[in-house]
């Protein structure tokens, strides 16, 4: 769920306790691609998940926990939070928690941090994240992640 409309449910729930107020949130086309971007990402930590089931048990309910941690909202508001840390995690420089732990894959991780700058801009102000700019970002990884195949399928 995007962030803007994560903040306009959770302040609609707070003034519905001291009065009805109409739910006047605005929505766009950012809001779905923003979206969409948050799927994957949970997506791609549920498939590190499963790898993690049938490789490494002990890792595995490490990481379990944390996607836990991240996705087992159970209000707008702590969701918020959620995303928050995600965005921090993937925009900052520090290098730990992303590669460490979320995606050691570093193609995996890549495409987090761009991810987590799409949707920081988005919700700085500075640039909606558009039809074009969501395309460009899976067009670089696509393109990346068949160079990494045939790297690894060509002959030594």
């Not at 707070?14 to 949130?25: A, I, M, R, V, Y």
């Not at 965005?87 to 761009?114: C, H, K, W, Y």
């Not at 987590?116 to 909606?128: A, F, I, K, N, S």
């Amino acid at each position: 769920m995007a962030g803007d409309l994560l903040n306009a449910l959770e302040t609609h729930g707070l003034s519905k306790k001291h009065g009805p107020e109409d739910f006047t949130f605005q929505h766009s086309l950012c809001h779905d691609f923003e979206s969409l971007i948050w799927v994957i990402t949970y997506a791609m930590m549920v498939q590190r998940r499963n790898i993690l089931a049938a490789t490494d048990l002990s890792t595995h309910t490490d990481y379990k926990e944390q996607l836990d941690d991240f996705w087992g909202a159970h209000s707008y508001s702590k969701l918020a939070n959620c995303h928050g840390a995600l965005i921090n995690a993937g925009t900052t420089r520090t290098r730990t928690m992303v590669e460490r732990l979320l995606f050691p894959d570093p193609l995996s991780a890549q495409f987090f941090r761009s991810a987590m700058r799409l949707v920081r801009d988005q919700g700085d102000g500075e640039e909606p994240i558009t039809y074009e700019r969501v395309q460009a970002l899976f067009r670089t990884y696509i393109r990346k992640a068949e160079q990494a195949t045939v790297s690894t399928l060509a002959p030594v």
